[in-house]
């Protein structure tokens, strides 16, 4: 038999059920499970420690990203705090400088109190890994593509350089998805998504999922998810699992609108700098055409104008591009990282890491591209024209 695509992997993963045939995943709302006798049971004794909704899609996720087990969490950040629980006081981290607000907030305001140490370097830059990794690090933290500036960074690079140390290479797989990149194969020990965006892909579900890639790591993140509790409901299992079935053919169609935005965005004459990994300009293309398939459908740019007040006004004037924290969804939205997904960051950390006060995210949806793209036209065309309005109104006053 020929090797299948993706799509059809996936849709078949998903198993019959074998009780009665339906061809949905059940949905098992149920909190216990009657045993024969103590300890005898059909594999499932309480829904906290296993569920069978629930493993029916850890199973799915863990053929996604070719692991060894998968995890179904509460939340994208229920699945980082799992992680972070393999550490101990006096470890330390290495994470990428341009990374998620609600990910440097629990760094730092929960488990740097407990003595684990976060550095954060540009991972883009593998001599700046080098430099910085030590017998202390235990992770090298990446997203990648980040959130929000779209830097990439050489997983299979940063795997080997991990490796010399002991290490564990963690890959927040979020804005790629297993559909474009699969970090195990490229190195990764542990990978992290936030399942609310592109694997729910509807916006109607928050999720997070863990993917390990050895069985010691597999029994360290179960015995933490049974012991914290932070399980993903039976419903919402089977919500992820529907996202999933759709997952290519939606993939495929927010990244050929993200290629033709990104492509129109370049002569924007509003726009200063702008961030799509699959324009030939992008710094770190070469590398993201090397481990992705596509290039994703999250663009973010500056503008020329580089104020908080400048970014607010172009947000409330698109109509297509809904004003909202996340992405991944059906529908395009878009949001002002620096007071809305990374305002938790004080603005001189954030600003080094390259989001500006400017800096305004979208994620391109599945709408007609044309209609994104003049939705996108006429937001340009009322803020130039303010712009102009106030400038003749400051000439005239002086």
Not at 42 to 62: A, H, V
Not at 74 to 97: N, R
Request: with cysteine; glycine share 6%.
């Amino acid at each position: 038999m020929t090797t299948q695509q993706l799509s059809t992997q996936i849709i078949h993963s998903i198993p019959v059920d074998p009780l009665t045939g339906a061809i949905s995943v059940p949905i098992y709302q149920t909190s216990t499970f009657v045993q024969e006798a103590p300890g005898v049971h059909k594999g499932f004794d309480y829904s906290r420690t296993n569920n069978p909704t629930r493993k029916i899609l850890e199973d799915i996720l863990t053929n996604l990203e070719q692991g060894d087990a998968g995890f179904a969490f509460a939340s994208g950040l229920a699945a980082v705090d799992a992680v972070l629980k393999l550490l101990k006081a006096g470890d330390e981290i290495l994470a990428v400088d341009d990374i998620y607000g609600g990910s440097f907030r629990i760094f730092t305001h929960i488990y740097q109190k407990f003595g684990i140490t976060v550095k954060y370097i540009n991972t883009t830059d593998i001599t700046e890994v080098i430099e910085h990794i030590s017998e202390q690090t235990k992770f090298i933290w990446i997203e990648t593509p980040t959130n929000p500036t779209l830097k990439v960074s050489d997983i299979r690079a940063i795997s080997a350089i991990a490796k010399t140390v002991d290490a564990l290479l963690v890959v927040d797989n979020t804005f790629a998805s297993p559909a474009l990149q699969q970090p195990i194969l490229l190195g990764a020990d542990i990978v992290i998504h936030s399942a609310t965006k592109y694997l729910g892909g509807h916006s109607d579900i928050i999720a997070g999922a863990v993917i390990t890639k050895t069985p010691e790591l597999s029994e360290k993140i179960k015995f933490i998810q049974n012991a914290s509790g932070t399980i993903l409901a039976p419903f919402d299992s089977w919500l992820l699992i529907r996202g999933i079935e759709t997952l290519p053919l939606r993939i495929q169609k927010h990244c050929e609108n993200a290629v033709q935005i990104a492509n129109y965005l370049k002569s924007e004459p509003l726009i200063d700098k702008l961030y799509y990994p699959g324009l030939a300009s992008h710094h770190n293309h070469l590398i993201a055409k090397k481990q992705q398939s596509a290039f994703g459908s999250v663009i973010s740019f500056t503008l020329k104008t580089d104020t908080l007040e400048a970014a607010q006004e172009f947000v409330c004037e698109t109509q297509l591009f809904k004003l909202a924290e996340s992405l991944g969804g059906v529908k395009s939205l878009l949001c002002h990282p620096a007071q809305m997904t990374h305002k938790s960051i004080p603005a001189p950390t954030r600003q080094a890491a390259g989001v500006a006060d400017s800096l305004i995210r979208l994620s391109v949806g599945l709408e007609d591209a044309t209609d994104l793209i003049n939705d996108l036209k006429q937001a340009f065309k009322k803020v130039a024209l303010n712009q102009k309005k106030t400038e003749i109104l400051t000439n005239t006053l002086a």
